[in-house]
T-cell receptor, first 109, second 114 residues
């Protein structure tokens, strides 16, 4: 079983739609969580951290459910430029980052 | 602007060749990492380093070695390349301290082993 699991997608949505991705992690000792974004043929870049209380950055909202061991990312009012692969990341107790294999999002006009 | 530079974007090598992948960062970061990224498997950590001349094995170190002689440079070495090492290799760096979640990645080196 993978330590961090994501639906690979692709999620194909129209511009303006709201889309949500979930991610589950298996290590209950994981301490911190993050979402990274990776554009096609580019390197991953940090999108946002995920806090226990949930956090919002513009159109993006990240939430953590420790009891169920899942993390979510909600994107409102999708833009064409949101098309990318979104990587869920858990940080274990030794501070190592464990990456999911990513969820691909396609936003169509 | 932060910059992690990988020496080669694309390489084609033959089985058994020795391969060097170079990575340089200009941010004075203490931590450097080598990952490989394969479809469906995500990023897997090969080796990392928290200081000059220091190295630690990641999750898949077999068939690889690393060198960190200078703070800004972290090299990945494939002593004898094999076809199952065909992959995208990503170098990353981060500031000192072990609890940072932000890695700065290079653009990647796509290696094909024939």
């Amino acid at each position: 079983r993978k330590e961090v699991e994501q639906d690979p997608g692709p999620f194909n949505v129209p511009e303006g739609a709201t889309v949500a991705f979930n991610c589950t992690y298996s290590n209950s000792a994981s301490q911190s969580f993050f979402w990274y974004r990776q554009d096609c043929r580019k390197e991953p870049k940090l999108l946002m951290s995920v806090y226990s209380s949930g956090n919002e950055d513009g159109r993006f909202t990240a939430q953590l459910n420790r009891a169920s061991q899942y993390i979510s990312l909600l994107i409102r009012d999708s833009k064409l430029s949101d098309s990318a692969t979104y990587l869920c990341v858990a940080q274990d107790s030794s501070y190592k980052l464990i990456f999911g294999s990513g969820t691909r999002l396609l936003v169509r006009p | 602007d932060v910059k992690v530079t990988q020496s080669s974007r694309y390489l084609v090598k033959r089985t058994g060749e020795k391969v060097f992948l170079e990575c340089v960062q200009d941010m004075d970061h203490e931590n450097m990492f080598w990952y490989r990224q394969d479809p469906g498997l995500g990023l897997r950590l090969i080796y990392f380093s928290y200081d000059v001349k220091m190295k630690e094995k990641g999750d898949i170190p077999e068939g690889y070695s690393v060198s960190r002689e200078k703070k800004e440079r972290f090299s990945l070495i494939l002593e004898s390349a094999s076809t199952n090492q065909t992959s995208m290799y990503l170098c990353a760096s981060s500031p000192g301290g072990m609890n940072t979640g932000e890695l700065f990645f290079g653009e990647g080196s796509r290696l094909t082993v024939l």
